[in-house]
């Protein structure tokens, strides 16, 4: 689809809803409001799915709307979660949610921070989970500080241009384990250790890391300010 179409059939979209709901953030009993998620990660939007499913929102993902990725050329999770959710909202005229999370590592100055998911890709690798743990142990290999959190920004914004957009952020801490452990999760979870749950973020069961990880503390966040915007 091209980035016209892409521009129509959202407004379209976003029309359709404004006449049948009203105007505002807050979703009125009985209705539901149509967000446009700025991710094509298969984890994050498992995790979002379950997060707001219950919260008045029905998530359609950019990829289903035709949206390409937004560049991420900034240093903070906070300036590349705005990024994407205005890139989202201005090609379909829909409200958007974008997340830009990452894993810091005390250790190594808070790398791999905002390039996270390209961590071994920087470095000459694949762009992969697999490479990343792979290259993060590497790096790791002769510190004995093993602290890190994972950070979540999240973005809300009505349009495009926004001058009021919502910002829940949320930080989960732990420590880098050895070798990786467990297979659930992304990205980092298999070496994400917790020292409170005695295992890592990929041996926690679905339910339990959305009730406690760094994106579900973003999420319920964010809702609260949606709320109190009412």
């Known amino acids: 689809m091209r980035g016209s179409d892409v521009v129509k059939q959202g407004q379209e979209q976003s029309q359709s809803q404004g006449s049948s709901s009203g105007q505002g953030t807050a979703v009125a009993a009985g209705s539901r409001q149509r967000v446009v998620v700025a991710s094509n990660n298969?984890?994050?939007?498992r995790e979002f799915?379950?997060?707001l499913g219950d919260a008045g929102f029905d998530l359609v993902t950019q990829g289903e709307l035709g949206v390409p990725e937004a560049e991420e050329p900034h240093a903070t999770f906070v300036e590349n979660a705005?990024?994407?959710a205005r890139h989202a909202s201005r090609l379909t005229g829909l409200p958007a949610l974008a997340?830009?999370?990452g894993l810091c590592v005390?250790?190594?100055?808070?790398?791999?921070?905002?390039?996270?998911?390209?961590?071994a890709l920087r470095a000459g690798g694949e762009k992969s989970d697999a490479a990343n743990n792979?290259?993060?142990l590497a790096e790791l290999a002769n510190k004995t500080d093993r602290r890190g959190h994972y950070v979540c920004v999240l973005a809300f914004v009505e349009h495009a241009d926004d001058p009021e957009p919502i910002i829940g952020a949320?930080?989960?801490?732990g420590e880098i384990a050895e070798a990786p452990h467990g297979d659930h999760g992304f990205g980092y979870d298999p070496l994400f250790y917790l020292p409170d749950q005695g295992m890592t973020a990929a041996e926690l069961s679905p339910d339990v890391k959305n009730a406690v990880s760094?994106?579900?503390?973003a999420l319920r966040n964010l809702l609260s300010q949606l709320k109190e915007r009412d």
């Not at 190594?108 to 998911?117: D, E, I």
């Not at 760094?214 to 503390?217: E, G, I, N, Q």
Request: hydrophobic share 40%; aromatic share 10%.
């Open 42 to 45: 298969a984890g994050k939007l």
């Open 49 to 51: 799915a379950a997060l």
């Open 82 to 84: 705005l990024e994407k």
């Open 99 to 101: 997340d830009d999370s």
């Open 106 to 119: 005390r250790a190594l100055q808070g790398a791999p921070g905002v390039y996270s998911a390209r961590y």
């Open 134 to 136: 792979r290259h993060l």
């Open 170 to 173: 949320g930080r989960w801490f």
């Open 214 to 217: 760094h994106r579900a503390m």
